[in-house]
């Protein structure tokens, strides 16, 4: 499989993909045809509008897959796929009632490239277990496209030693979550990506990343780090302590 998967679309003082740009023109074949998908929020057509006006000067074409009558059709005549970010529970549900959980899976697995950002990263990975999204909707299930057989959690921040807050941290969600299933979790800080291609997998962007596994301490990953041994994890979920 072919996958760029991103922790964030926009980051502070840039605009819409413009910290990664260079990075996706590359990823994505030339004079490409995209389909986006952008049920993660609910007005689609800003949304696309959003994303061609970021990528048309680069000779994208991007085509939003509500854009017609057949969301399966727009997927069927693209030369790449990105399924950006918003609310992965509206997103996912949105997946499951058009049909596209399933179509997108089947061309992913069949060579057709897959970009992701945020929600879009969190659908690559099994299930939404390690989103950080409130539950603004309930989809038919948890379980996202498994394009990779480990969890990621976008957006990771460290815990501030200086904060007054004493809520939990994403530390301690995520070993929450290890706690009842045992599965790799790659913490992707802003700024930061997962490169697939084919057998290898790699921390690209600009930061580093963190990784979390049950009875471990979390583990840095600099940019650069080869993590192709996470796309053998077998994730076994639902198993306590």
């Not at 990664?20 to 030339?30: C, I, R």
């Not at 990105?82 to 697995?109: H, M, P, Q, W």
Request: hydrophobic share 40%; glycine share 12%.
């Amino acid at each position: 499989m072919n996958l760029l998967l991103l922790s964030n679309s926009t980051q502070h003082g840039q605009g819409y993909l413009e910290h990664a740009l260079d990075t996706v023109t590359g990823f994505l074949p030339p004079n490409a045809r995209l389909a986006f998908v952008p049920y993660a929020l609910a007005d689609h057509d800003a949304y696309t509008a959003r994303v061609r006006g970021a990528l048309e000067g680069a000779g994208v074409e991007v085509r939003g897959v509500h854009e017609g009558d057949d969301p399966l059709s727009q997927l069927a005549a693209a030369d790449a796929v990105f399924i950006g970010g918003g609310n992965s529970f509206r997103l996912l549900s949105a997946l499951y009632r058009t049909g596209l959980r399933e179509a997108v899976t089947k061309a992913v697995r069949g060579g057709l490239p897959y970009m992701g950002a945020s929600a879009g990263t969190n659908m690559a990975a099994p299930t939404l277990r390690t989103t950080n999204d409130m539950p603004i909707v309930q989809p038919p299930s948890f379980e996202a496209l498994g394009l990779v057989p480990f969890q990621i959690n976008p957006h990771y921040l460290d815990p501030d030693p200086s904060s007054t807050h004493k809520g939990e941290t994403r530390e301690q969600r995520l070993t929450e979550f290890l706690e009842e299933n045992d599965v790799p979790v790659l913490g992707l800080r802003e700024g930061s990506w997962l490169r697939v291609a084919g057998a290898r997998a790699a921390v690209e962007g600009g930061r580093a990343a963190r990784l979390f596994r049950r009875g471990a301490e979390p583990q840095e990953l600099e940019v650069g780090s080869d993590v192709s041994e996470l796309l053998g994890a077998e994730a076994q979920f639902d198993i306590g302590g």
